[in-house]
């Protein structure tokens, strides 16, 4: 399977221009200029940095210079550091993966909020897509329900069209169905060009690292499973990746798992041992991922809980 160079290692910079309150105060000190050069000391290659299109969206659907300087600052901030990124579109009108507390649905039906959708990317294109190999671009974070992926695959394959006329070379990543999930990624269309690559997330088993949870009903928050109930070997995700991975080498493409961790919850020696089981499995096949999430999101790597086994983690990402 072809590898994807300088999209290796890498960490999300999640809550930060999505998943948050939209306050002026927040966007301007949850993530920091200092914050890309930490990570960059941390010895990843690239940043990945969600965002929602009302951070670079007026109401009026015009397009807000103010939102788009975050974005600027992070790809200034990460070429600063050596790191390449990743602009990852969280929630675009009428879609949001979090259907419990977004106010966002009837995108796969609406070609009003498709073609909204399709201009976002234009723009985003239009701004940075000359800045290949240093930036990517990643469609739509986590499409939920099966019943969405024909349309999706339609929507995709148009949207990169017109990427392509204007950002002909750069990096594009997409996802499937059931929120990104590995085993999903085999009813993907096949990559409209050889800058297209499969996206994955992996937080599983669900059960251990999502333990705590309390924003989801697959998840009884005073359950507690220990790593070796959970997964004991690299089997179960050589197991889990095995269609992703055989969908990418029937194409020439490569994989990409732009989500993976462990909650707060779970015992730092159980994270590391969850950590050194998945990466073993990326590193065999050559899949780069980034890992959720650099900080806070219940999952964040730069948390205090963390630091007696972060030099070791920070091997394993």
Request: aromatic share 14%.
């Amino acid at each position: 399977m072809k590898k994807i160079n300088g999209f290796n290692k890498g960490v999300n910079f999640g809550g930060w221009l999505s998943e948050c309150s939209y306050e002026k105060e927040h966007l301007d000190s949850f993530i920091t200029e200092d914050d890309f050069r930490i990570a960059a000391s941390w010895g990843v290659d690239h940043v990945r940095v969600p965002f929602d299109y009302n951070i670079i969206e007026n109401t009026n659907g015009s397009f807000s210079e103010e939102g788009f300087g975050y974005i600027d600052m992070a790809i200034a901030a990460s070429k600063k550091n050596g790191l390449n990124i990743i602009l990852d579109l969280h929630k675009t009108a009428g879609f949001s993966f979090d259907y419990y507390n977004e106010n966002e649905s009837g995108f796969f039906d609406s070609k009003d909020y498709q073609e909204r959708f399709y201009r976002l990317w234009e723009e985003v294109a239009r701004r940075y897509g000359s800045l290949t190999p240093q930036v990517a671009f990643e469609l739509l974070n986590e499409v939920t329900d099966e019943k969405f992926i024909d349309a999706w695959n339609r929507i995709a394959r148009e949207c990169i069209r017109r990427i392509r006329g204007i950002a002909p070379d750069i990096l594009i990543l997409v996802g499937s169905y059931h929120n990104n999930s590995a085993d999903t990624v085999q009813f993907l269309d096949e990559p409209f060009d050889k800058n297209v690559i499969y996206n994955m997330h992996c937080y599983e088993p669900l059960k251990f690292t999502h333990q705590g949870a309390y924003w989801t009903t697959e998840i009884v928050p005073e359950e507690r499973i220990p790593f070796e109930e959970s997964v004991a070997s690299s089997e179960y995700f050589e197991k889990l990746f095995s269609t992703a991975i055989a969908k990418a080498e029937q194409f020439g493409s490569s994989l990409y798992c732009g989500e993976y961790g462990c909650i707060d919850v779970v015992t730092p020696n159980d994270t590391i041992k969850w950590y050194k089981t998945i990466n073993s499995v990326f590193e065999k096949h050559g899949i780069g991922r980034a890992a959720w999430n650099y900080k806070a999101m219940d999952f964040g790597l730069s948390d205090p809980r963390l630091d007696s086994v972060r030099p070791e983690l920070l091997k394993l990402l």
